[in-house]
């Protein structure tokens, strides 16, 4: 594709008109439920995933168990988007498998006016990043941020060649085919991610499922220490400062900083490579690869006995079982957490090092393909959504009348 060349070439001095997505689609239904005569697959918020944009789980409802939002008919081809918490860009595209099911009236159905729209066209313009800054501006509520549908079928959008259906729809359906690609792209490196993980998880349940007997097994206070971070008051977290400060809200995610200019014990800092372990909300272990922050007092750093234990080998010894961890030794209702007591008693295998080497060897391999953000998977995931994106604003980057900006 030639960049700018190429959308010059498509849209061929065509005119362009911009209308809102009321303008560009149908009016839609709602079940009766007093003539209902059969079940329905009801699409509930929580049916689309919002990572994969597709209905994932749906419950079979009939008129006498119906939720009352479940209201609204779909058809194939429509879009939904969900209204409540829009920021989150809950939608997809209903295929043939929920034609003629419900969903709540927490969706706003988007039915295209197929004589003029395709409905992958709104289908991509609802993915785009101007429809979600116009979202973001037109929602209210803080608790519970929606935006109705109304304000939704207000967006606008371009249509090219209006004058002429069928050259519109040829030019819509090119730009689709281009998406599409990028997107297909995209889902078979995430399925083929997923697969790896169930790999990676495989193999880490052979190879540190040692038999009692087999190997020497040592509480895990025995061959590690584990110390605490810093717990902070509100006004010494800061904007902007000398420390960027990691909490169990941006362990996995690397982002939402704050800062603090404390200077504090060196143990209350972690550095490059150094092995960390969310004890509260968000659980499990990581090998910090960033520059020297100061860790919260939800996070332990986890100095290990190297003459008893690899660093990486302990990694991934506490990221096994995770889900066995916190049911044996969670505890509290709204932010579940782990006692440093409790977990120091727990039993861990300690094979030879040379044995640990291997096992780390396999191990860190499966680890850096599944879960890396520097190579891998995850990486190749990364680039190809950056590169759909840069090419979906670049085949949405239509003439914009200063209506359409404001």
């Known amino acids: 594709m030639s960049n700018v060349n190429f959308f010059e070439r498509l849209l ?48 079979e409802i009939t008129s006498s168990n119906a939720p009352s939002r479940a209201q609204k008919l779909v058809k194939n081809g429509d879009v939904i988007f969900a209204t409540t918490r829009p920021a989150q860009q809950r939608y997809c595209l209903i295929d043939d498998a929920y034609d003629s099911e419900v969903a709540s009236t927490g969706y706003c159905i988007l039915r295209a006016n197929r004589a003029e729209v395709l409905p992958k066209w709104i289908l991509y313009w609802i993915a785009s990043a101007d429809f979600k800054e116009y979202v973001e501006k037109n929602q209210s509520g803080s608790a519970y941020p929606a935006i109705s549908d109304a304000k939704v079928k207000d967006f606008k959008i371009p249509v090219p060649c209006p004058e002429n259906s069928k050259k519109s729809l040829e030019i819509q359906a090119e730009i689709v085919r281009i998406l599409d690609a990028f997107t297909e792209l995209t889902s078979e490196l995430t399925t083929e991610l997923s697969v790896r993980k169930k790999q990676y998880n495989y193999y880490r349940d052979q190879l540190l499922s040692f038999e009692k007997g087999k190997v020497e097994w040592k509480p895990l206070g025995e061959v590690c220490r584990l110390i605490n971070g810093r717990a902070y008051k509100q006004p010494e977290l800061l904007e902007n400062g000398k420390y960027p400060v990691l909490r169990v809200g941006n362990f996995f995610t690397n982002g939402n900083w704050y800062y603090s200019d404390l200077e504090l014990d060196e143990n209350k800092y972690c550095d490059n490579g150094d092995l960390l372990y969310a004890w509260s909300a968000s659980f499990g272990p990581k090998i910090w690869d960033g520059k020297k922050v100061i860790y919260h007092y939800h996070i332990w750093k986890v100095i290990p006995d190297v003459s008893l234990v690899l660093k990486n080998y302990l990694f991934h010894v506490l990221a096994w079982d995770m889900d066995s961890v916190k049911s044996e030794h969670g505890t509290g209702s709204t932010m579940m957490h782990i006692g440093k007591g409790s977990i120091e008693k727990r039993l861990v295998p300690v094979p030879s090092i040379n044995e640990q080497a291997r096992i780390v060897e396999i191990l860190d391999n499966f680890e850096a393909l599944t879960n890396s953000n520097t190579e891998g998977l995850p990486r190749e995931i990364e680039l190809r959504q950056k590169q759909y994106a840069y090419y979906r604003d670049l085949l949405f980057s239509f003439p914009k009348p200063e209506e359409v900006e404001a």
């Open 12 to 59: 061929d001095g065509v005119t362009v008109e911009w209308k809102t997505l009321g303008d560009v689609t149908q009016p839609t239904t709602n079940i009766k439920w007093r003539e209902a005569n059969r079940s329905y697959q009801y699409i509930d918020l929580t049916s689309v995933s919002i990572e994969a944009k597709a209905i994932i789980e749906t419950s």
